[in-house]
Every structure is written in C-alpha cells, then in structure tokens.
T-cell receptor, first 113, second 113 residues
Framework: DVKVTQSSRYLVKRTGEKVFLECVQDMDHENMFWYRQDPGLGLRLIYF???????EKGDIPEGYSVSREKKERFSLILESASTNQTSMYLC????????????FGPGTRLTVL | KNQVEQSPQSLIILEGKNCTLQCNYTVSPFSNLRWYKQDTGRGPVSLTI?????NTKSNGRYTATLDADTKQSSLHITASQLSDSASYICVANMNTGFQKLVFGTGTRLLVSP
C-alpha cells in the first residue's frame, strides 16, 4: 500500500514562530510537492522538488522555504509564521512518467495565532 | 489564464440516486484530466485520469467523460452511497516538462439517507 505521510495532522503555532512540516513517501518517487488548500480556492502549489537538493517555486512561494536532503523526505518551512498562513497543507509525490498519479498525504491543518 | 471551473459548488442527493458533476477547463498545453475525491479533513485520492484521446473512463460506480474539443469533463456517480459524501475535485494537467496541475475548487456532495 503506497503511502505519503505527514508529521502532524493538527498544529497550532504563534505568530513569528518557525514552523517545520515534514513529509515522507515510500514509493521511491522523484517528485514531491507542497500545496496549501483554503476554503473557496483550489489547491495552490507552494514549492516542488524533482530531485534531492533540488527545488522549484510554485505559484505562491512567498513566506515559505523547503528542504529535500533525502529522496523520500520533503520539508516545508515557515521561517516566521503569520496568521495568513493558517491553512491546510498537503504534501504529494509522483514519478516522472507522464500520466502518472499524484499521491497525497493526509494533510496538516496549521493554525497560526 | 489557466483555470478549472466546477459546478455545482455543492449538491445534496438521496442515497441510491445518480448525479453528475461538471468541469470546464482552460489550460494550455493540456496533457490529461483528473478527478479526485477528498473526504473531509483528508488528502485527495485519485479516481480517474484521462488523456485528450480518451472519451470515458470508469472506476466502479464513478464514470468520467472528457470532451477535449469543448474542454469539458463530467463525473457521473451511479447508485450513490453515504460514503460518496465528499468533495470532488477536477484537475487539469499541463505537463510542461513537469506535471503542473491546475485544480478546481471542487463540488461538495452530500448523500443523504
């Protein structure tokens, strides 16, 4: 059974804190993604990575950074959390084949107070 | 502008009834069209993936159609069950070297007993 796991289901942080969201996949996928999902908006891509130590900005990278030191692990970092970063964060992974399915983790609901 | 629009926003049907969800997309270049099911508080799960040459794809009681000329897709659910209550998200894949997914905002379906 393929899996994408995320370190926390729920997280509450204070404004200004540094926040780490961890994601691990066990499918040996090359590509990993971080999205955020807000009510009334579709999933929006924050960052993605197509290889270890490689990263690319998505549509809304401001206020975020990422790290990919190992193939199976992709971290999202909020350097200084702000209230407008309260959201559901979803990690996903897929292989580099065309028409391949993108697998999602269960999500982390982050609240910044 | 690359975008995916879904209708209706929400829908309530009685258990056992059929329903059809609609999706219009404007993305270029277009690679494939996906439907995901997302249970409340969970990550999306893939239902179907169709390329421009495929008109229909089934997955159990779910049948997706694609008209690449009019850029429209639909998801038909047959003999609905309570467990079908979820959000259904239409996603267009641009595949510009890497997979670039454009997400709709989803249709929230409630199946009532």
């Amino acid at each position: 059974d393929v899996k994408v796991t995320q370190s926390s289901r729920y997280l509450v942080k204070r404004t200004g804190e540094k926040v780490f969201l961890e994601c691990v996949q066990d499918m040996d996928h090359e590509n990993m993604f971080w999205y955020r999902q807000d009510p009334g908006l579709g999933l929006r891509l924050i960052y993605f990575s197509y290889d270890v130590k490689m990263k690319e900005k998505g549509d809304i990278p401001e206020g975020y950074s990422v790290s990919r030191e190992k193939k199976e692990r992709f971290s999202l970092i909020l350097e200084s959390a702000s209230t407008n970063q309260t959201s559901m964060y979803l990690c996903a992974s897929d292989s580099s084949l065309e028409r391949n399915e993108q697998f999602f983790g269960p999500g982390t609901r982050l609240t910044v107070l | 502008k690359n975008q995916v629009e879904q209708s209706p926003q929400s829908l309530i049907i009685l258990e056992g009834k059929n329903c059809t969800l609609q999706c219009n997309y404007t993305v270029s270049p277009f690679s494939n069209l996906r439907w995901y099911k997302q249970d409340t508080g969970r990550g999306p799960v893939s239902l179907t993936i169709m390329t421009f040459s495929e008109n229909t794809k089934s997955n159990g009681r779910y049948t997706a159609t694609l008209d690449a000329d009019t850029k429209q897709s639909s998801l038909h659910i047959t003999a609905s069950q309570l467990s079908d209550s979820a959000s259904y998200i239409c996603v267009a894949n641009m595949n510009t070297g890497f997979q670039k997914l454009v997400f709709g905002t989803g249709t929230r379906l409630l199946v009532s007993p």
